[in-house]
């Protein structure tokens, strides 16, 4: 007979999934903080391509099914505990209105500020049965992704993760996912299918790191078609989001069940537990090395993803430093004051 799941056990995986979606964030978000060079070199040209086929619209879409769930999360345990899960909810979601706000003005394409008006639109929907909701989101899902525009997928998707905390999925994935691997094959099929409709679809040269339209003017033809290749490409890529978001969360799951590659996985958990302060880290390293180091000067994909790459390790190791001796993160910890309206003690106890 199976025993209850702890909710310290759910919230390890949760921090595992969060630490794994922020690993794939900056490679994307550092095209709205820095200016990028158009691919000169081969190494450039499939560093974009990869972006496009591998991340943009994958990490996104599993950080917004995340709070979706620990939108969930949150309001259960203040209920379980006898707390007044709606005011703590409202505090909460004002103190994240507030923290993405300061960071719009930095990372004009942030989506903290946009998580936090759409917790407040779907709060009601808490109350609604669960099946309610898994077909909204799933409809949704399917409707914005077919019609390509990504920040519309946002509400749906985490919409889906509120749905998947109704439906206990974390106690179930703690507990032996049944079917795991069937899950794990049908979303590795599907995304090979997407991924290969990209490469299809994607124009022979390199494109550019920003997609616009011209209006009023006339691009040359080589240019107007590659650009018109650029947006289809993008809009596979939103569309077959889902889909690879799923095969990737089923890997790090079925990773995860064996002994050697779980004790590799276990970094990520402290870097998932600082998912704020780290996401906005990302923002604050980022900006700090293009305006210090960089001079703010156009830079090629080979260059920024070595940054990228370079900070998510240092944020990782900070972490899992950091959490030797602190229960929360900076941030986290002025979230949870700011939504218990209370100095909350932020050293770990020791024994």
Same mark, same amino acid.
């Not at 507030?98 to 394409?109: A, E, L, N, T």
């Not at 525009?149 to 919409?159: D, H, Q, R, V």
């Given at each position: 007979?199976?025993?209850?799941?702890?909710?310290?056990?759910?919230?390890?995986?949760?921090?595992?999934?969060?630490?794994?979606?922020?690993?794939?964030?900056?490679?994307?978000?550092?095209?709205?903080?820095?200016?990028?060079?158009?691919?000169?070199?081969?190494?450039?040209?499939?560093?974009?391509?990869?972006?496009?086929?591998?991340?943009?619209?994958?990490?996104?879409?599993?950080?917004?099914?995340?709070?979706?769930?620990?939108?969930?999360?949150?309001?259960?345990?203040?209920?379980?505990?006898?707390?007044?899960?709606?005011?703590?909810?409202?505090?909460?979601?004002?103190?994240?209105?507030?923290?993405?706000?300061?960071?719009?003005?930095?990372?004009?394409?942030?989506?903290?500020?946009?998580?936090?008006?759409?917790?407040?639109?779907?709060?009601?929907?808490?109350?609604?049965?669960?099946?309610?909701?898994?077909?909204?989101?799933?409809?949704?899902?399917?409707?914005?992704?077919?019609?390509?525009?990504? !920040?519309?997928? &946002?509400?749906? %998707?985490? /919409? +889906?993760?509120?749905?998947? =905390?109704?439906?206990? *999925? @974390?106690?179930?994935? #703690?507990?032996?996912?049944?079917?795991?691997?069937?899950?794990?094959?049908?979303?590795?099929?599907?995304?090979?299918?997407?991924?290969?409709?990209?490469?299809?679809?994607?124009?022979?040269?390199?494109?550019?790191?920003?997609?616009?339209?011209?209006?009023?003017?006339?691009?040359?033809?080589?240019?107007?078609?590659?650009?018109?290749?650029?947006?289809?490409?993008?809009?596979?890529?939103?569309?077959?989001?889902?889909?690879?978001? !799923?095969?990737? &969360?089923?890997? %790090?799951? /079925? +990773?995860?069940?064996?002994? =050697?590659?779980?004790? *590799? @996985?276990?970094?990520? #958990?402290?870097?998932?537990?600082?998912?704020?302060?780290?996401?906005?880290?990302?923002?604050?390293?980022?900006?700090?090395?293009?305006?210090?180091?960089?001079?703010?000067?156009?830079?090629?994909?080979?260059?920024?993803?070595?940054?990228?790459?370079?900070?998510?390790?240092?944020?990782?190791?900070?972490?899992?430093?950091?959490?030797?001796?602190?229960?929360?993160?900076?941030?986290?910890?002025?979230?949870?004051?700011?939504?218990?309206?209370?100095?909350?003690?932020?050293?770990?106890?020791?024994?």
């Amino acid at each position: 007979m199976n025993q209850p799941v702890s909710t310290q056990q759910r919230i390890v995986l949760l921090d595992l999934f969060r630490g794994f979606a922020l690993l794939g964030l900056p490679f994307v978000n550092v095209l709205g903080l820095w200016s990028m060079l158009k691919p000169e070199n081969d190494l450039d040209f499939w560093i974009q391509r990869g972006l496009y086929f591998l991340v943009e619209a994958r990490f996104y879409d599993i950080f917004s099914f995340l709070f979706g769930l620990g939108f969930y999360l949150f309001m259960s345990r203040a209920a379980a505990k006898g707390k007044p899960k709606l005011l703590l909810y409202l505090l909460r979601i004002l103190m994240l209105l507030v923290i993405g706000y300061i960071h719009q003005q930095y990372q004009s394409g942030e989506t903290l500020f946009i998580y936090g008006i759409v917790g407040l639109i779907i709060l009601p929907l808490y109350w609604a049965p669960r099946t309610v909701n898994l077909v909204l989101a799933v409809l949704g899902c399917v409707v914005t992704a077919a019609l390509g525009i990504k !920040i519309l997928t &946002l509400p749906f %998707l985490i /919409l +889906l993760g509120l749905a998947a =905390g109704q439906y206990r *999925l @974390l106690e179930k994935i #703690q507990n032996g996912l049944p079917h795991l691997r069937i899950i794990w094959l049908t979303a590795l099929i599907a995304s090979m299918a997407g991924i290969g409709i990209m490469w299809w679809i994607a124009p022979p040269d390199a494109m550019s790191p920003y997609l616009f339209e011209v209006v009023g003017a006339t691009l040359p033809v080589a240019e107007q078609t590659n650009m018109d290749a650029a947006f289809l490409l993008q809009h596979i890529g939103v569309a077959t989001g889902p889909v690879v978001s !799923i095969f990737y &969360l089923s890997t %790090l799951l /079925l +990773l995860n069940r064996r002994h =050697g590659y779980a004790q *590799l @996985l276990h970094p990520l #958990q402290a870097f998932g537990r600082m998912a704020l302060t780290n996401y906005i880290g990302q923002t604050v390293i980022l900006l700090g090395v293009y305006q210090l180091v960089l001079k703010e000067g156009a830079v090629s994909y080979t260059i920024s993803s070595i940054v990228c790459l370079g900070a998510v390790i240092v944020q990782i190791i900070v972490s899992n430093l950091w959490m030797r001796w602190f229960e929360y993160g900076p941030l986290e910890w002025i979230w949870r004051c700011g939504t218990y309206l209370s100095f909350i003690p932020i050293r770990r106890k020791t024994s």
